[in-house]
């Protein structure tokens, strides 16, 4: 017998040791909170900013981002991105990013592991996936300065933050130029 995973889903894990750039990173953006009106999408309890579509307004940090993630494709388009910013008890239901081929978060912060995502294949294959392969849901545990992307459709939520510290990230939507 000869068991092959044909279709799998990528997820792309960043780091880096940029602790300086990602500190005055983080100063910064608990800046554009003061400055940026709020939105609500899927967030509860926690700050998130209107989406902004100018990427000059993230320099000097931009640069870092965009550098790493050539390491994905040099043909990556950025459509937009937002600022989270969760005191404890915030949190995000589960969504998708649409109208977008990836979803990328850098965080400023520790995330204590409160990304959760979904198998694509949860609600498709019933119990094959979970029976079969495993687990239909992980918990990633992301540290301060790493970048985590993956496909947009993939859903995702933020459990509740417990720390007395905010949790701050960065999300990007993206897409992969198809010329």
């Avoid at 900013?49 to 931009?62: A, G, I, N, R, V």
């Avoid at 550098?67 to 995000?92: C, M, Q, T």
């Avoid at 979970?130 to 947009?152: C, H, Q, R, W, Y």
Wanted: glycine fraction near 4%; aromatic fraction near 12%.
């Amino acid at each position: 017998m000869k068991l092959e995973h044909v279709f799998p889903t990528p997820v792309w894990f960043l780091s880096t040791t940029e602790d300086t750039l990602t500190s005055e990173a983080l100063k910064w953006a608990l800046h554009q909170q003061s400055i940026l009106p709020a939105s609500q999408r899927s967030n509860r309890l926690g700050y998130q900013s209107e989406t902004q579509f100018d990427f000059h307004s993230l320099e000097p940090y931009w640069g870092h981002v965009h550098h790493r993630l050539k390491e994905i494709s040099p043909d990556i388009h950025y459509n937009n991105w937002w600022i989270n910013v969760s005191e404890r008890g915030a949190f995000n239901h589960y969504h998708v990013h649409p109208s977008c081929d990836l979803a990328v978060i850098w965080y400023l912060t520790d995330n204590h592991g409160t990304l959760k995502i979904r198998s694509p294949y949860q609600y498709s294959r019933c119990d094959v996936p979970e029976k079969l392969f495993g687990p239909t849901e992980i918990a990633i545990n992301a540290m301060k300065g790493d970048i985590v992307v993956f496909p947009s459709d993939i859903q995702h939520c933020v459990e509740p933050h417990h720390s007395h510290e905010p949790r701050v990230c960065v999300s990007i939507n993206a897409s992969i130029n198809k010329e």
